[in-house]
Antibody, heavy 122, light 107 residues
C-alpha cells in the first residue's frame, strides 16, 4: 500500500526559504522507474507541477517563472525534500507530493499525499 | 511550455445524466494525457491515463478519448459522488502542465 505525507511549516515570511518533506511508504526510491513529484495548488486555483525526482537522481523542474527550487531524496529515510527560496505571498498554496506511475514515460501521478497548506505572510 | 485549456469552466448536470468535458493542448501531446478528479479538501485522484485507459479501481462510467490536441472525458451517468473538479494533465513534454479544471456541479 503506497502512502505519502507532506510535512513542513504552515507559515513562512516573504523572502524566507521553504523546506517541505515528503515521507512515503510502500515503495522505494531506489527501485528503477520510481519517481516522486511536488505539485502545488493556490487556494481556489489549478494544479501546478513543480519538480520531479527519479530513482536514478535525475531531476526535472517546473515553470521557469518559479526559480529557486531544489528537490532531493534520502532513500534510506524514504523521504523527498523540496526547498523553495525567496518565498512570496503568491507562493501561498497547498503543496502535494505524489508518486509517479510506473512505466516508461509515465510522468503522471497515481498516489498523492493529503497536501499541506503553506501561507506566505509577514 | 504546452498550455492546456479546458471547457467548459463549469458544467451543471443532473444526476443520471451524461457529462462531457473537453481538454485541449496548445500542441500535440500524442496520447500522453491524464485526467484527475478532485473533491473539496481532498487530493486529486487519477482517473484516466494514456488518454483512454482507466486507472485501477475507476468505474466504467468514466471514459476518455482523443489524441493529439483534443481530448474528452465522458461520465456516462453522473452519480452523486462524481460532482467535483476535473483536471487534465499532459506528460508528453517538459514542463508537465495541467489544465485549469472543469467544475461539475449539480443542476
Amino acid at each position: 500500500q503506497i502512502t505519502l505525507k507532506e510535512s513542513g511549516p504552515t507559515l513562512v515570511k516573504p523572502t524566507q526559504t521553504l523546506t517541505l518533506t515528503c515521507t512515503f511508504s510502500g515503495f522505494s526510491l531506489s527501485t528503477s522507474g520510481v519517481g516522486v513529484a511536488w505539485i502545488r495548488q493556490p487556494p481556489g486555483k489549478a494544479l501546478e507541477w513543480l519538480a520531479l525526482i527519479y530513482w536514478d537522481d535525475d531531476k526535472r523542474y517546473g515553470p521557469s517563472l518559479r526559480t529557486g527550487l531544489t528537490i532531493t531524496k534520502d532513500t534510506s529515510k524514504n523521504q523527498v525534500v523540496l526547498t523553495m527560496t525567496n518565498m512570496d505571498p503568491v507562493d501561498t498554496a497547498t503543496y502535494y507530493c505524489a508518486h509517479r506511475a510506473s512505466g516508461n514515460y509515465f510522468n503522471f501521478f497515481d498516489y498523492w499525499g493529503q497536501g499541506t497548506l503553506v501561507t506566505v505572510s509577514s | 511550455e504546452i498550455v492546456m485549456t479546458q471547457s467548459p469552466a463549469t458544467l451543471s448536470v443532473s444526476p443520471g445524466e451524461r457529462a462531457t468535458l473537453s481538454c485541449r493542448a496548445s500542441q500535440s501531446v500524442s496520447s500522453d494525457l491524464a485526467w484527475y478528479q478532485q473533491k473539496p479538501g481532498q487530493a486529486p485522484r487519477l482517473l484516466i491515463y494514456g488518454a483512454s485507459t482507466r486507472a485501477t479501481g475507476i468505474p466504467a462510467r468514466f471514459s476518455g478519448s482523443g489524441s493529439g490536441t483534443e481530448f474528452t472525458l465522458t461520465i456516462s451517468s453522473l452519480q452523486s459522488e462524481d460532482f467535483a473538479v476535473y483536471y487534465c494533465q499532459q506528460y508528453n513534454n517538459w514542463p508537465l502542465t495541467f489544465g485549469p479544471g472543469t467544475k461539475v456541479d449539480i443542476k
